[in-house]
């Protein structure tokens, strides 16, 4: 996955964050202005003082851009938001569902990462990205319950190829999380047909379900996993033998989803499959082409081998190309993405995964769960076009994180800032 050379590549265009970019840019001007290199030759009390300026004037920065952000949202609400002052700076900016209190995250993350005592590393875009981390766990707190959290498998939960296992210490924060009645969805790429192949990503997880003492039986059901990204959903079944039971496409399709017929489906697909091969030919990739039901992908030929990073990228980017070019994608959504050591081609994305979450934990009424009330937590979110969970910003708040260990630090944050808000509203 993208994460696993680095979240903070960034030396392409389409491997940017434009927003975080722009903030990062913001902060190189305090830190030149008022970090001290030559405070290792100087007092101790000239090295407290350059740290106290470089966070107030940090503080301020963030503070500026969260009133922008507010300015946005209300745009947002007039049905405006391309005419906000933070649309036009960043003009890739989307829609947001909560509040973002960016001063009070900076100074949570500076406590932690000792930003503003730095004198020769400027705040990183992983500084950036943690702080938009806490200020959106900040926000939905503030926003209310968070109804659905929703995950990302490889490099999210467990590393990239691996599984779920009982000692992944993410196993007890989701528990936690279904313990104060979340819902929890696994969004994942993987387009497993059965359920066996899930339980074998997912046992320890799932048999910690089984097991808990915490959970009551109600609760213990509220899991599904969203298999090919949006197109194969499996719930809970403590009465499974694999504790996963299938759910008939039928009773969770979205309207929209109605459209989505099967020659339009194949024909992509072919579509797709021809450019894999084109660009197997053209970089000389020792590939075998995988076709699946929703999906159609390139894995090397022989197993353990590696394919170079940038033919990786470089088949994304033509795939994603020819494709959108076609007609036939104007009709049916598709996502082309890096899997670390295969490219695949879904039909739908983690945004239409989400959605489905969303409305098959809905209420009675079939309202579906609200955006400011979920949360996807993943890892592949620089590419705006490819990564496989970047368009899951449209239906949710949204998380980035760089490795498993990250998810958990996380989680941790979510359950500390998710008490404290309900510690308020008592």
Not at 225 to 254: A, Q
Not at 302 to 312: V, Y
Request: proline share 4%; net charge negative; with cysteine.
């Amino acid at each position: 996955m993208t994460t696993r050379y680095r979240v903070e590549y960034a030396l392409k265009t389409h491997r940017r964050d434009q927003f975080i970019e722009w903030i990062k840019g913001l902060l190189a001007v305090p830190f030149v202005l008022h970090s001290q290199p030559t405070g290792v030759f100087e007092a101790r009390g000239t090295v407290a003082d350059m740290a106290a300026e470089a966070c107030r004037r940090y503080a301020e920065i963030m503070k500026d851009v969260e009133e922008m952000i507010d300015d946005h949202i209300n745009h947002q609400d007039d049905g405006l938001q391309h005419q906000s002052k933070l649309k036009l700076l960043v003009p890739s900016i989307g829609n947001f569902f909560t509040r973002l209190p960016l001063a009070e995250a900076f100074k949570y993350q500076d406590s932690l990462r000792f930003i503003s005592s730095r004198r020769f590393v400027p705040p990183s875009f992983n500084d950036i990205r943690l702080i938009l981390n806490t200020a959106q766990i900040m926000g939905v707190a503030a926003a209310g319950a968070l109804d659905l959290a929703t995950f990302d498998g490889d490099v999210t939960l467990y590393d990239d190829g691996k599984s779920l296992e009982p000692d992944n210490p993410v196993i007890t924060r989701i528990i936690d999380l279904m313990s104060r009645n979340t819902k929890i969805g696994i969004v994942t790429a993987a387009g497993y047909t059965e359920a066996e192949r899930y339980f074998e990503r997912l046992y320890g997880l799932l048999e910690a379900i089984r097991d808990s003492k915490v959970l009551t039986i109600e609760q213990k059901h509220n899991l599904v996993v969203m298999g090919g990204e949006s197109n194969f959903l499996f719930e809970y079944s403590i009465s499974s033998p694999h504790l996963l039971e299938w759910v008939p496409r039928r009773s969770w399709i979205l309207d929209d989803m109605l459209t989505w017929s099967e020659p339009v489906i194949q024909a992509l697909l072919d579509k797709a499959e021809a450019a894999l091969n084109e660009c197997i030919t053209n970089l000389s990739l020792s590939a075998l082409v995988i076709r699946k039901e929703r999906a159609v992908g390139i894995v090397p030929t022989i197993q353990g081998a590696k394919f170079p990073r940038e033919s990786l990228e470089e088949t994304v980017l033509v795939v994603q190309k020819i494709l959108e070019m076609s007609p036939v994608s104007k009709t049916l959504p598709f996502c082309a993405f890096n899997g670390g050591n295969d490219v695949f081609v879904d039909i739908g994305d983690k945004s239409w995964g989400v959605l489905v979450c969303q409305k098959y934990f809905g209420d009675r009424l079939g309202r579906s769960i609200e955006g400011k009330r979920t949360m996807h937590v993943g890892d592949q979110f620089l590419s705006a076009n490819g990564a496989n969970d970047f368009r899951a910003r449209r239906v949710a708040t949204t998380l980035w994180v760089a490795n498993p260990d990250e998810c958990v630090t996380l989680l941790d944050e979510v359950a500390e800032f998710m008490r404290a808000a309900e510690r308020k509203r008592v």
